[in-house]
């Protein structure tokens, strides 16, 4: 079944510095949310995304849905130590209502 | 109320127990899931239920069991597992139909020993 890939699996950076993950799909995605998961956490809801080419913003976090709806990608704009966790995206297979996640991305943040 | 509760936070138990999991949520959603996530990987789907009929099992071995036996109420039997079963369990809900979020309970971290 469609699958999203995820990269990079794990990614470290200085407090201050951006950090930017993406999603690829082989084939055209109908929506795309983005979970954070901090460590020993569950899942959260960040954001959906569904139209070809939307951009959302959520403070420092900038969500893009790419044109052809076969990538996504989630950019934060001068890192925190709070922003620490694994960043997922995921897609609703719809009809179906399954939520299929990417591996996700480690985001570690040295302060 | 946005909570999803699942009870209990922390699960140890043999291989010839039976328990169970459950989970709750009062936000009137109709569709509710059951992952299954090991460290450093990403939840895995393992069932779905939808207006309280189990719609999706992702050839789940039958020593796990769901129940949903309200629109509020998840439950999930074990039964005979295995070490590799240890895992954190997940509980979500969402509303039904439209594309929309989905809420996670805190989990139960399980150690099948």
């Known amino acids: 079944g469609q699958q999203v890939m995820q990269i990079p699996q794990y990614q470290h950076v200085q407090e201050g510095e951006d950090f930017t993950t993406y999603c690829n799909s082989s084939t055209t995605l109908s929506n795309i949310q983005w979970y954070k998961q901090r460590p020993g956490g569950h899942p959260v809801f960040l954001i959906q995304?569904?139209?070809?080419?939307e951009v959302k913003k959520q403070k420092r976090l900038t969500f893009q849905f790419g044109e052809a709806k076969k990538n996504s990608s989630l950019h934060i704009t001068a890192t925190q130590t709070t922003d620490v966790g694994t960043y997922f995206c995921?897609?609703?297979?719809?009809?179906?209502?399954?939520?299929?996640f990417g591996q996700g991305t480690r985001l570690t943040i040295n302060p | 109320d946005t909570e999803v509760t699942q009870t209990p936070k922390h699960l140890v138990m043999g291989m010839t127990n039976k328990k169970s999991l459950k989970c709750e949520q009062h936000?009137?959603?109709?569709?509710m899931y059951w992952y299954k996530q090991k460290a450093k990987k990403p939840p895995e789907l393992m069932f779905v239920?939808?207006?309280?009929?189990?719609?999706i099992n992702e050839s789940v071995p039958s020593r796990f069991s769901p129940e949903c036996p309200n629109s509020s109420l998840l439950n999930l039997h074990l039964h005979a597992l295995q070490p590799e079963d240890s895992a954190l369990y997940l509980c979500?809900?969402?509303?039904?139909?439209?594309?929309?979020?989905?809420?996670f309970g805190q989990g139960t971290r399980l150690t099948v020993v």
């Open positions: 936000m009137g959603h109709r569709a």
């Open positions: 979500a809900s969402s509303r039904q139909g439209a594309v929309t979020e989905a809420f």
């Open positions: 239920y939808s207006y309280e009929k189990l719609s």
């Open positions: 995921a897609e609703i297979i719809q009809g179906a209502q399954k939520l299929v």
């Open positions: 995304l569904v139209k070809s080419g």
